[in-house]
């Protein structure tokens, strides 16, 4: 469940993220049961199949119980030979003005810089992290600042801030880990707060994703157009299909077909076969163009090599003791099962059931996928009743990352405006956001980097400001876990899934 997408699109490279999560869950006070990860499964099933008429869920090995009817909102229109592009959409001065707001401050916080020479940037190697709070043991619940001071490949110590980078401690033996807090001194000096939540030996690591020269090129390419993805779509009828190239943006002298959601301002085009209608459209695929905004010596920051390196330390462990502390936290694999456990309590006599389903456009994908019984979520979310026994986990990124952010700034915007809908019309619902969780290292950072999933973050954080709404920070989680991979392995998803009900409960 969670924001992983079920078994039948796994197979596919850059697929990576379920877009919106319906739990709904009766409680029940009496016999709480344990809710287990291993049986999520069954109940789902169970459930579903009795009780789901109108819901899709998915479950590994396949399964599908009745499919949706999402009533597709979006007007397929055709036009003649112009250019379009998401911006040319109908001017909604209140919508737009925001997206512009939230784009500027954050454009505002990311470093420019036009890197000419490789060993200006942050060295990782070269750079220095130092305990500030220095002892001999430390007790439980203490902190623990470490100071990291960046340094270029020539041992020049620099002068502006914008690294990113990533810390958390870890004790092997017990499987413990939790990441620190970073705080941005823009002159070159981090500070890291760590909570020390357990008692034993402990290492740190603290690791330069990518250098603030590389986070600036990230920016720039995001945001400078949308060739490095390649959309086509499947027009089909009865007898034969065409593909034609789609996207947000199409400068072209063929006809269009225009998929707009008005209210929304959503746009996406393709190019128009003769002799089909625009509604003929039906699957959407993708795929990574041989095309890159950076410049070499920018490519060559994002190298793998290059990406994730630790930063340089003058200490290896620290001890950490209970201090006569009684011991609250025992965060060792066992107990967090057991920690798991007594917040999420289910009755079984009731029934729970689990949908999942994907956004539509820009959902990224190499296969071919049905875009029919998707929208876009503000439209899914309009779709559902709501009331005290439902829960909805949302979850919105990893497919934005490679376009323009005010798409993604836009969709957040159209996904709060829907979610006070819901409110209005059953308030007693539950929202969670699960936020992004990182990924792998080895991918395409141009297009995937965990920079734009990390950016995203914080504009989800502004944008649901003020909404009763929890967030499950699975970047963090997934941080602390080192599980760099797009699905994490059961354990983290058992905590995110923890984490979720948790906040839905509270
Ligand atoms: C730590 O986690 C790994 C992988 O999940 C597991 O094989 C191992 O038994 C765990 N160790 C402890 C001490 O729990
Ligand atoms: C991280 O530190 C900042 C101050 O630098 C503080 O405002 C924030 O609440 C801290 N976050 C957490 C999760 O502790
Ligand atoms: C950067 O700023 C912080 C906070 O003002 C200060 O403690 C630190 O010494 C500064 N670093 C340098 C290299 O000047
Ligand atoms: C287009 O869709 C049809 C029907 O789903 C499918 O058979 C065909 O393989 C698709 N085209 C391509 C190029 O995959
Ligand atoms: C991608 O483009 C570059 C330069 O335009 C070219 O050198 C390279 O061979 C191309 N790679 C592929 C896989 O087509
Ligand atoms: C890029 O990274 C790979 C993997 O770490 C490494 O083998 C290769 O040498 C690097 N290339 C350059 C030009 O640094
Ligand atoms: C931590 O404790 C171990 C054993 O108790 C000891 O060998 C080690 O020197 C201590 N490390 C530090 C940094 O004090
Ligand atoms: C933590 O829990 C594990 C498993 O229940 C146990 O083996 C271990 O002794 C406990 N550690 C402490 C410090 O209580």
């Given at each position: 469940?969670?924001?992983?997408?079920?078994?039948?699109?796994?197979?596919?490279?850059?697929?990576?993220?379920?877009?919106?999560?319906?739990?709904?869950?009766?409680?029940?006070?009496?016999?709480?049961?344990?809710?287990?990860?291993?049986?999520?499964?069954?109940?789902?099933?169970?459930?579903?199949?009795?009780?789901?008429?109108?819901?899709?869920?998915?479950?590994?090995?396949?399964?599908?119980?009745?499919?949706?009817?999402?009533?597709?909102?979006?007007?397929?229109?055709?036009?003649?030979?112009?250019?379009?592009?998401?911006?040319?959409?109908?001017?909604?001065?209140?919508?737009?003005?925001?997206?512009?707001?939230?784009?500027?401050?954050?454009?505002?916080?990311?470093?420019?810089?036009?890197?000419?020479?490789?060993?200006?940037?942050?060295?990782?190697?070269?750079?220095?992290?130092?305990?500030?709070?220095q002892k001999d043991s430390y007790c439980l619940g203490e902190q623990l600042f470490v100071r990291v001071q960046a340094y270029d490949y020539l041992e020049n110590i620099k002068s502006y801030g914008g690294d990113y980078l990533r810390a958390r401690i870890f004790s092997p033996k017990t499987n413990s880990s939790a990441s620190g807090n970073i705080t941005d001194y823009n002159n070159g000096t981090y500070l890291i707060a760590f909570t020390l939540f357990w008692e034993g030996e402990v290492s740190a690591s603290v690791l330069l994703m990518h250098p603030s020269e590389a986070v600036s090129a990230l920016w720039?390419?995001?945001?400078?157009?949308?060739?490095?993805?390649?959309?086509?779509?499947?027009?089909?009828?009865?007898?034969?299909?065409?593909?034609?190239?789609?996207?947000?943006?199409?400068?072209?002298?063929?006809?269009?077909?225009?998929?707009?959601?008005?209210?929304?301002?959503?746009?996406?085009?393709?190019?128009?076969?003769?002799?089909?209608?625009?509604?003929?459209?039906?699957?959407?695929?993708?795929?990574?163009?041989?095309?890159?905004?950076?410049?070499?010596?920018?490519?060559?920051?994002?190298?793998?090599?290059?990406?994730?390196?630790?930063?340089?330390?003058?200490?290896?462990?620290?001890?950490?003791?209970?201090?006569?502390?009684?011991?609250?936290?025992?965060?060792?694999?066992?107990?967090?099962?057991?920690?798991?456990?007594?917040?999420?309590?289910?009755?079984?006599?009731?029934?729970?059931?689990?949908?999942?389903?994907?956004?539509?456009?820009?959902?990224?994908?190499?296969?071919?996928?049905?875009?029919?019984?998707?929208?876009?979520?503000?439209?899914?979310?309009?779709?559902?009743?709501?009331?005290?026994?439902?829960?909805?986990?949302?979850?919105?990124?990893?497919?934005?990352?490679?376009?323009?952010?005010?798409?993604?700034?836009?969709?957040?915007?159209?996904?709060?405006?829907?979610?006070?809908?819901?409110?209005?019309?059953?308030?007693?619902?539950?929202?969670?956001?699960?936020?992004?969780?990182?990924?792998?290292?080895?991918?395409?950072?141009?297009?995937?980097?965990?920079?734009?999933?990390?950016?995203?973050?914080?504009?989800?954080?502004?944008?649901?400001?003020?909404?009763?709404?929890?967030?499950?920070?699975?970047?963090?989680?997934?941080?602390?876990?080192?599980?760099?991979?797009?699905?994490?392995?059961?354990?983290?998803?058992?905590?995110?899934?923890?984490?979720?009900?948790?906040?839905?409960?509270?």
């Open positions: 469940m969670i924001s992983d997408e079920p078994h039948y699109v796994r197979k596919t490279e850059e697929n990576s993220e379920a877009s919106s999560l319906i739990a709904k869950h009766c409680k029940h006070k009496t016999n709480p049961l344990i809710f287990r990860m291993k049986f999520l499964s069954k109940i789902i099933l169970a459930a579903a199949a009795m009780i789901l008429i109108k819901f899709l869920v998915f479950r590994e090995g396949k399964t599908q119980v009745p499919k949706a009817t999402y009533p597709f909102h979006m007007q397929s229109d055709q036009s003649h030979k112009e250019v379009h592009s998401s911006k040319s959409a109908p001017v909604q001065d209140a919508l737009n003005q925001r997206i512009e707001e939230i784009y500027n401050r954050i454009d505002k916080l990311i470093p420019k810089i036009k890197l000419k020479n490789f060993a200006e940037a942050t060295s990782a190697e070269k750079s220095k992290a130092t305990i500030v709070n720039r390419a995001r945001n400078q157009g949308f060739d490095n993805i390649l959309y086509t779509g499947n027009f089909t009828s009865a007898t034969e299909y065409v593909n034609r190239k789609c996207g947000f943006q199409l400068e072209t002298e063929e006809d269009i077909c225009q998929y707009v959601d008005r209210r929304d301002q959503e746009a996406f085009y393709c190019i128009k076969p003769p002799n089909f209608p625009c509604e003929a459209l039906t699957h959407m695929n993708s795929v990574n163009r041989n095309h890159s905004y950076l410049s070499e010596v920018e490519k060559l920051l994002l190298n793998r090599s290059n990406i994730g390196v630790e930063i340089s330390k003058n200490f290896k462990t620290i001890n950490v003791s209970n201090c006569g502390i009684l011991d609250y936290f025992n965060h060792t694999e066992d107990e967090m099962q057991s920690w798991q456990k007594t917040l999420l309590a289910i009755n079984l006599e009731n029934f729970i059931y689990v949908q999942w389903k994907k956004h539509t456009f820009p959902f990224v994908s190499k296969t071919f996928y049905s875009i029919k019984e998707d929208a876009y979520m503000a439209r899914q979310i309009d779709q559902i009743g709501g009331g005290i026994n439902t829960i909805l986990i949302l979850t919105m990124g990893q497919h934005f990352r490679p376009f323009n952010f005010h798409i993604f700034i836009k969709s957040a915007l159209n996904v709060r405006r829907a979610i006070e809908r819901l409110f209005y019309r059953s308030p007693s619902t539950k929202v969670i956001i699960k936020e992004e969780n990182a990924r792998d290292m080895d991918i395409d950072m141009e297009r995937f980097s965990d920079f734009h999933g990390h950016i995203q973050y914080h504009v989800l954080r502004e944008v649901f400001h003020g909404l009763n709404v929890g967030f499950v920070d699975a970047l963090d989680m997934t941080i602390a876990y080192a599980c760099n991979v797009i699905h994490p392995p059961v354990e983290v998803l058992e905590n995110i899934i923890s984490m979720s009900f948790t906040q839905a409960t509270s």
